[in-house]
C-alpha cells in the first residue's frame, strides 16, 4: 500500500488512489482521495475528493487501495 501511496505522491497530475475506508465508528466508505503526505508511520495526508476538503487517513483503516488515472475522475465525487 505504501508503495501505491507513495507514486499518487510523486506524480499527482497523473494519479489518486481509490480505497475503502473504516472510519472510527466502523462506518465503510468508498473514497477517492489525492494523498499529499505521510504523518507518522500510521496515516497519511490526502485531499478526500468526496468531501471536498483535506482529510487524515489511518493506513490500518485503508482496504482495497488502487491508483485511479486521475483524467478519469470528475470533482466533486459522489460518495
Do not use: W
Request: overall charge positive; aromatic content about 8%; hydrophobic content about 40%.
Amino acid at each position: 500500500m505504501n508503495t501505491i501511496l507513495r507514486r499518487a505522491m510523486h506524480d499527482c497530475d497523473n494519479y489518486v488512489i481509490e480505497m475503502d475506508y473504516v472510519d472510527a465508528e466502523g462506518n465503510q466508505t468508498h473514497r477517492i482521495v489525492s494523498p499529499i503526505r505521510f504523518m507518522g508511520s500510521y496515516r497519511f495526508l490526502g485531499l478526500c475528493l468526496c468531501r471536498e476538503a483535506p482529510r487524515q487517513f489511518q493506513l490500518s483503516r485503508c482496504k482495497n487501495v488502487r491508483l485511479t488515472a486521475a483524467a478519469d475522475v470528475l470533482m466533486p465525487v459522489a460518495m
